[in-house]
């Protein structure tokens, strides 16, 4: 829900300080006390607890999906700013602290982002280090990025940035640089070309990440795919990032399938193999049984 309210600006006039009142548009979201840092601190790799993980990744997609859909997008999204509540025995997923959201249509709140990006910069895209992040429609995908950071952490004990770093030792550098190449003040399609012009320029050189990094706990059986989907998410070209988040969910859906149809498919096989085992136990015994009377018999002879 949004909203419209006067913030009193205090203002210096020549006879002392005087309150402007500043018509100011805000953004209402529910309040949940439960976020999602609890998925992100499990280490457990079962293949239960994998596809539950994906299937609370698919509700934060959607979340970002719902504000993208109402011309909304969010700049600072984290597990810490992604809360759940429960609806009929179905987990919702709700984006909250919209301090750094802003409308596609709405008008700028700074003359310039030289300084970077507005929201945690753990979770910042690489475009807002290079002076895009007010951009209106290029900021959404920043919210992108942002669930790729979020996925990867959902099955690695490191954040997602840090790893970005290890891989790219001298990344705070090269984002500086390809800043160079974005003209201040300029007209958004100026920055623009300026951007393309750094990525052509330095994008080769990145070096990303994959989602099983050492400690991951991702499922052998799906790391290719969740490493492919890992990239569409979070390239350094905002350009080649997923833009349809639907197309994200089409990814999701079959792998929560293939491990819960392995799940079953597991359980099954112990059972089986459990059962198989209570046989032979019990075949031993007959046989054991068969001896001990047949030893009985002959001695009797």
Same mark, same amino acid.
């Given at each position: ?5 006067? *913030? ?36 457990? =790799? ?10 609370? &990744?698919?509700?934060?997609?959607? !979340? ?8 909304? &997008? ?66 959404? *995908? ?17 954040? *997602? ?24 003040? !300029? ?18 050189? *990145? ?23 890992? =990239? ?10 997923? !833009? ?45 049984? &068969? ?11």
């Amino acid at each position: 829900m949004q909203g419209l309210t006067n *913030f009193d600006l205090p203002v210096v006039l020549p006879g002392g300080v005087g309150v402007f009142a500043m018509p100011c548009r805000y953004f209402v979201v529910e309040w949940l006390e439960d976020d999602l840092e609890s998925y992100i601190v499990r280490a457990n =790799s079962g293949l239960k607890e994998s596809a539950e993980k994906l299937r609370v &990744f698919n509700e934060a997609v959607l !979340a970002v999906e719902a504000i993208h859909r109402n011309g909304i &997008f969010h700049r600072d999204i984290k597990a810490s700013n992604l809360r759940h509540r429960w609806d009929d025995e179905k987990r919702v997923v709700v984006a909250i602290d919209m301090g750094t959201a802003a409308r596609i249509d709405s008008g700028y709140l700074a003359l310039s982002y030289d300084a970077g990006p507005v929201g945690d910069l753990a979770y910042s895209s690489p475009e807002s280090y290079g002076r895009l992040a007010g951009h209106r429609r290029v900021a959404p *995908f920043t919210d992108i990025y942002g669930l790729g950071c979020l996925l990867f952490e959902l099955f690695n004990p490191d954040h *997602f940035y840090r790893q970005l770093e290890i891989r790219n030792p001298r990344i705070q550098l090269t984002y500086a640089a390809m800043a160079t190449l974005v003209p201040i003040n !300029a007209k958004p399609k100026e920055q623009i070309e300026g951007w393309r012009a750094a990525i052509e320029k330095f994008g080769p050189g *990145f070096v990303p990440v994959e989602i099983d990094a050492p400690g991951s706990t991702v499922p052998l059986a799906i790391a290719a795919q969740l490493n492919g989907l890992l =990239s569409r998410l979070t390239h350094v070209d905002y350009e080649r990032r997923i !833009a349809d988040l639907g197309a994200v969910r089409a990814v999701l859906w079959p792998l929560i399938r293939a491990l819960e149809n392995q799940e079953i498919y597991n359980r099954k096989l112990a059972r089986t193999r459990e059962l198989r085992q209570k046989k032979l136990a019990a075949a031993r015994e007959r046989d054991e049984r &068969f001896k001990a009377r047949k030893t009985l018999t002959s001695g009797k002879c």
